[in-house]
């Protein structure tokens, strides 16, 4: 019988790409004898294809129980309510919980939902808030919730410095709530992260340190930041955790089979992945753009395309253009696929959850940032990382099909691309260190462990 050292109740922000990552640290907790407690809104958990099995879950509510963000209307009615609905409910988890005899020691909250270090204090717990963007994009946010980064920029092209950050970047490159005004209550929530961040007692952040050390170096007067990532399963790192080779948490059915019977019979490192994660959503001009310079490119690929992306296809592209060089799915093992040996690049959207597993498994990138934290991810991969290429948009804000084609070339075939190549390989080789035992975040996960012993 295993014996608990500590109870860490985790509340992520109902959506997959927040959720997973706070699932992968919880599952390293977990191999460390932390008894976890995960609270999901009622909201979420019925729109789930699978669950993980291997953890307590337990229902809260947003107050929207029926239909979550969409039910609010708006996303300011849904963060408001969430707050004073979520605050009563996540206080009559941790009653019962202590009533069966399973008592809380500790807090750990997206900071997307600020209002649990409240309750924390209420009920004398530790709080840690994780953070699921990496530390540029949250030092971005700081600055202006501090008023440091006056938005929006005046001018497209003008250059921002970011303290911490040894590059400038340009307004295009910024989080596009940032600069654009109708993100303006978004970003009030994006800025809200900090606005009791002086309360909590751990402040992680799902990155390593070896990728950001200068930002972490520089927040770390500031705040106690610690290094806790990446957050993939463990059977693609450090292979520590035996069984944890999914995240265990999906919103859509994979096609599993298909992908990876496909991809035995493609060369090695010949294929173009794409993939634009679970919520984007491109133009019919964006994507007719980015089929034909998939066509043009001459390479073969695997493309996700969500069943309700699909009518955006140009006619007939499914059946005329892909039946030798291509094949076109509504959703993915992704880690499976990005591990596989006929992957030659990942034309990806650079959200950080897809941009954490490519550089994991050492996978050079072609970037086409969307929108929210994407442009700076992009950004990082393309200039500090070198990790692979940005595509260029228009003035129109599309990137054309010539600008695809010759993305995709430059990593996989040219000279240019053979820096990249490496990078990839070195940063695969740094992410497996990290988790491994003695690594930079297996460190921070068992300082965070004993402190939470010692206090419970």
């Not at 729109?47 to 209307?73: C, F, H, V, W």
């Not at 990155?207 to 990532?229: A, H, N, R, V």
């Not at 080789?429 to 988790?435: H, L, S």
């Amino acid at each position: 019988m295993t014996t608990h050292k500590a109870h860490c109740l985790i509340l992520p922000f109902p959506g997959q790409g927040h959720i997973n990552p706070m699932l992968q640290f919880s599952k390293r907790l977990q191999s460390k004898r932390v008894k976890i407690t995960i609270a999901l809104t009622k909201s979420f958990l019925k729109n789930m294809k699978e669950l993980p099995t291997s953890m307590s879950i337990e229902a809260i509510s947003d107050g929207y129980d029926d239909g979550g963000r969409d039910q609010a209307g708006s996303f300011v009615a849904y963060i408001t309510r969430f707050k004073e609905i979520g605050s009563d409910t996540l206080s009559q988890l941790i009653e019962k919980l202590a009533k069966s005899g399973c008592h809380v020691n500790c807090i750990v909250y997206d900071p997307f939902l600020p209002w649990p270090v409240e309750v924390a204090k209420q009920f004398g717990l530790i709080s840690a808030a994780f953070f699921t963007q990496n530390c540029v994009v949250d030092n971005i946010y700081y600055h202006v919730h501090k008023g440091v980064i006056k938005l929006p920029p005046t001018q497209n092209d003008e250059k921002i410095i970011i303290p911490g950050l040894s590059c400038t970047i340009e307004s295009s490159d910024v989080p596009s709530f940032v600069i654009n005004p109708e993100g303006e209550r978004i970003l009030e929530m994006l800025v809200n992260q900090f606005s009791n961040l002086d309360k909590v007692d751990w402040v992680l952040i799902n990155s390593f340190y070896e990728l950001e050390k200068e930002i972490i170096d520089w927040m770390s007067k500031i705040y106690p930041i610690k290094t806790i990532g990446p957050t993939i399963p463990s059977m693609y790192l450090d292979k520590r955790l035996h069984d944890d080779k999914e995240y265990g948490l999906s919103m859509f059915k994979p096609m599993t089979n298909e992908c990876l019977n496909w991809l035995n019979h493609q060369p090695i490192s010949s294929v173009v992945y794409v993939s634009f994660g679970s919520i984007a959503k491109l133009e019919n001009e964006q994507m007719e753009e980015l089929a034909w310079g998939l066509k043009n490119s001459n390479k073969s690929f695997l493309w996700v395309v969500r069943s309700t992306e699909e009518p955006k296809l140009p006619k007939n592209f499914i059946e005329e253009l892909t039946s030798e060089k291509g094949l076109v799915v509504s959703w993915c093992p992704q880690l499976q696929v990005l591990e596989h040996e006929s992957i030659g690049c990942f034309l990806t959207h650079c959200g950080w959850n897809s941009t954490l597993e490519a550089i994991s498994l050492g996978v050079p990138m072609v970037a086409m940032p969307q929108w929210t934290d994407q442009p700076t991810n992009a950004k990082l991969v393309n200039d500090v990382w070198e990790i692979g290429v940005r595509a260029k948009q228009d003035e129109k804000g599309i990137v054309r099909r010539e600008v695809i084609e010759e993305c995709i070339k430059l990593v996989m075939e040219e000279d240019k691309g053979k820096l990249i190549r490496e990078n990839a390989k070195k940063w695969k080789e740094i992410a497996r260190n990290v988790v491994d035992e003695r690594g930079s975040s297996d460190k921070n996960i068992e300082e965070f462990v004993s402190k939470l012993v010692t206090i419970s």
